[in-house]
């Protein structure tokens, strides 16, 4: 199963965009990127997926590079409500397990 | 909706003691899983279920004990635990275990064993 790799952690300006980066070099090609994040003792919480294109939702975008290889999160506009571990996900190319990596700790500074 | 519920929100047991977690949704989702989140680490997969049977039990010491009486309910029993089995238990389900089907986690269980 592939691996990811993130930094452990980041600080952004509230208002500015965050840019999470993620590796995660020997995904195959059938492996979708999910994110989530999870604020402190919370369940994690869904935030976006993909495969191959880049895509857009109420929360964030996904930028897929062309050879998959790696990732990036954006939050456009940063809020404090933002601050949490994002952890970028490739699935199980055997099922639907989700094989947890150390993910990012963003924290938004005021 | 996208909801899963766990319950207690809380739990403090002995390591004699017998007691359960309970997680349910409403979704309509057929793949139930189970994971286990020490402070500080990221959570952990236990086990899974799909369609009322458990597909994938990642090793998991039997003094947990999955159940899946229905396909909108799961619950792990639990009994004579460690310490060290104190933790976050998460709970998650999807439409199924095939491909693009996003998880939705429940709040947790913060579990103590005394």
């Known amino acids: 199963d592939a691996k990811t790799t993130q930094p452990p952690s980041m600080d952004c300006a509230e208002g500015r965009a965050a840019n999470l980066p993620c590796n995660h070099s020997?995904?195959?090609?059938?492996?979708?990127v999910y994110w989530y994040r999870q604020i402190h003792s919370q369940g994690p919480q869904y935030i976006i997926h993909?495969?191959?294109n880049n895509e857009t939702n109420e929360m964030a975008s996904l930028i897929i590079t062309e050879d998959r290889k790696s990732s990036t999160l954006i939050l456009p506009h940063a809020t404090l409500r933002d601050t949490a571990v994002y952890y970028c996900?490739?699935?199980?190319?055997?099922?639907?397990?989700?094989?947890f990596g150390t993910g990012t700790s963003l924290t938004v500074i005021p | 909706d996208t909801e899963v519920t766990q319950t207690p929100k809380h739990l403090v047991m002995g390591m004699t003691n017998k007691k359960s977690l309970k997680c349910e949704q409403h979704?309509?989702?057929?793949?139930m899983y189970w994971y286990k989140q020490k402070a500080k680490k990221p959570p952990e997969l236990m086990f899974v279920?799909?369609?009322?049977?458990?597909?994938i039990n990642e090793s998991v010491p039997s003094r947990f004990s999955p159940e899946c009486p229905n396909s909108s309910l799961l619950n792990l029993h639990l009994h004579a635990l460690q310490p060290e089995d104190s933790a976050l238990y998460l709970c998650?389900?999807?439409?199924?275990?095939?491909?693009?089907?996003?998880?939705?986690f429940g709040p947790g269980t913060r579990l103590t064993v005394l």
């Open positions: 998650a389900s999807s439409q199924s275990i095939g491909a693009s089907d996003t998880q939705y």
């Open positions: 020997t995904i195959s090609g059938n492996e979708y």
């Open positions: 993909g495969l191959k």
């Open positions: 996900i490739v699935r199980s190319r055997t099922g639907n397990q989700f094989y």
């Open positions: 979704m309509g989702h057929r793949a």
């Open positions: 279920y799909s369609y009322e049977k458990l597909s």
